[in-house]
């Protein structure tokens, strides 16, 4: 055997060698990818099989709940972002420069921030119903009739007010980038507006608007405090009832993997329905598009259609919270305020860092690397975002808790000192939760990027004796800082936002913003969970400014 490994080659002798590049890579897969895989296994293995007793009592009802309200928000926030999108692209009308960026603002607001300030602003107590009685002499509520307001028709309206513009920003892009002679051509037919949409602007653009439909059911899926709030028992509000109140840690990873298998079918759903359809744009041919001016009633009938959307999903919750947060100015000098903050910044700011690290690490080993198993679990790596919060949770907690009680036992037979619960009792979990969740943000930056780099420019830099890591700094981080720093902000902004996972993994006494914001209205505090929400919305609000500014 020896003399054979001495017959090698070099080069077989170097190809044998561990790759440091392809090493990490395939190291940052793994840790991306084992909370999901922990999710599978705890399903298929758990310690109490409730499995029949869920399918025979809740699970039914969590399922069709879940489906129910995904596909709601789909046609909802499609029907809306892709309305809006037309009409800012194919019309000019009243404000329609300003409505363009306006229409993204609900991507600054959280849709639990949303759901508190529309209970609040139409609940019995509220102004709405308080004005009315005032107005036409009710005395109670027997003396009219108002729709319920924590239903699940109005979880539906909150997640399509806070998820359209994901629909609205691709739609837009596909509409902008479609050929205007279709449309000239269409005109001489005798389309009018209608025909227009229906026969050449939809078909067009149906890619995009699955795309955006795509990530708004998987935001929905993935959405607590929502559903929690308005009582809609779905299988994310159900990993929680199991979990937390039932004590059944299986359980709740059979109905993480009940999610796992939904967004799964939704992602193949979606594939399948474009798979023999192709949309091309002929360059010689292609003319923009020229948007036809509204004037008199058709034009502000445009403006209030465009406005309503962004006075439902960003005006009506600031107002609300914004309103609360001056009436309650001792609430900003709270202790517990400056210590969620803090907590809020360190977990974001540091989970930003090493995801964005890590993704940088992950694509640049891929690129250099001609081993096929890195490139195959790039893209892999992705599903991390498609996955909720409370599944995150389940996949991390059960298994970290474990390892846990194993490494403090150790240490305990050691040294004679327990140290506590070094993961699970600090932010680590969260952090770890964090990055795997927005993992797949800083690895599409950073892909991105490095693919705008013309490979002539790494290669002279090899060519002059730079090592791998010094190409890496010295030709592409200068040359990729402004995607870096986007991708960087980005993730630290959903960090902020995130709940579910959060609320899973925290260690007692332990509040970001987020978990604040929550704990204090869901005991019907909206006073004291203004100002919290208030910087929530905030730190969004930087984010939705930067997405505009890219899509100028």
């Not at 080659?9 to 840790?31: K, N, Q, T």
């Not at 929502?226 to 840690?249: C, R």
């Amino acid at each position: 055997m020896s003399d054979q490994i001495a017959r090698l080659s070099p080069l077989r002798r170097v190809r044998l060698r561990p790759d440091p590049w392809s090493l990490g890579a395939l190291v940052i897969a793994a840790l991306v990818l084992m909370p999901i895989l922990s999710v599978l296994v705890l399903a298929l293995t758990p310690e109490e099989n409730i499995w029949p007793h869920l399918i025979s009592t809740t699970l039914p009802r969590y399922l069709g709940n879940t489906v129910t309200m995904m596909a709601g928000v789909a046609v909802l926030a499609s029907a809306v972002g892709a309305g809006a999108a037309w009409l800012v692209s194919m019309y000019r009308f009243p404000g329609v420069r300003w409505l363009e960026w306006l229409l993204l603002l609900p991507l600054a607001i959280p849709a639990y921030v949303g759901a508190y300030a529309l209970v609040d602003f139409l609940e019995y107590a509220g102004p709405v119903q308080t004005g009315l009685r005032t107005l036409f002499g009710w005395h109670n509520a027997r003396d009219y009739w108002f729709p319920e307001i924590r239903s699940r028709g109005a979880a539906v309206l909150v997640l399509s007010a806070a998820l359209y513009p994901y629909v609205y920003l691709l739609s837009r892009a596909a509409f902008r980038e479609q050929s205007g002679a279709s449309y000239e051509v269409a005109r001489a037919l005798g389309a009018g507006p209608l025909a227009l949409f229906w026969r050449v602007g939809l078909p067009l653009a149906r890619p995009a608007i699955a795309a955006g439909a795509a990530i708004a059911m998987m935001e929905t899926v993935n959405d607590f405090g929502v559903v929690e709030y308005f009582a809609v028992q779905t299988l994310t509000a159900g990993i929680f009832s199991v979990w937390l109140e039932g004590g059944n840690a299986g359980g709740a990873a059979q109905i993480a993997g009940v999610i796992l298998a939904v967004i799964l079918a939704l992602v193949a759903l979606e594939k399948v329905s474009r798979r023999n359809l192709r949309f091309h744009n002929l360059g010689r041919h292609h003319r923009p598009l020229v948007p036809v001016p509204l004037e008199g009633a058709a034009g502000w009938a445009a403006t209030a259609a465009c406005a309503l959307p962004v006075a439902t999903g960003f005006v009506l919750p600031v107002g609300v919270i914004l309103s609360h947060a001056l009436a309650n100015s001792g609430g900003w000098a709270d202790p517990g305020l400056v210590r969620a903050l803090i907590h809020t910044l360190s977990a974001g700011g540091i989970a930003a860092v090493l995801t964005v690290a890590a993704g940088l690490f992950l694509v640049y080993g891929v690129r250099l690397t001609g081993r096929a198993l890195p490139r195959l679990l790039l893209p892999v790596t992705t599903i991390g975002y498609a996955a909720p919060g409370a599944v995150l949770g389940v996949g991390l907690l059960i298994p970290m808790a474990a390892a846990d009680n194993a490494l403090a036992d150790t240490w305990v037979g050691l040294f004679g000192v327990d140290p506590g619960l070094m993961m699970t009792g600090s932010a680590f979990a969260i952090v770890y939760a964090y990055a795997v969740r927005f993992f797949a943000i800083a690895q599409g930056a950073a892909d991105a990027a490095m693919g705008r780099i013309a490979p002539s420019l790494p290669m002279a830099a090899r060519s002059l004796g730079r090592s791998a890591r010094g190409t890496l700094t010295a030709v592409y981080l200068p040359l990729i800082r402004t995607s870096v720093g986007t991708a960087l902000l980005l993730v630290f902004v959903d960090c902020v936002k995130e709940l579910p996972a959060t609320l899973l993994l925290r260690p007692f006494n332990y509040n970001t913003l987020a978990t604040r914001v929550y704990d204090k209205a869901s005991l019907e505090n909206l006073a004291d969970a203004a100002p919290a929400a208030l910087l929530v919305c905030l730190v969004g609000l930087v984010a939705v400014g930067l997405l505009a500014r890219a899509n100028r």
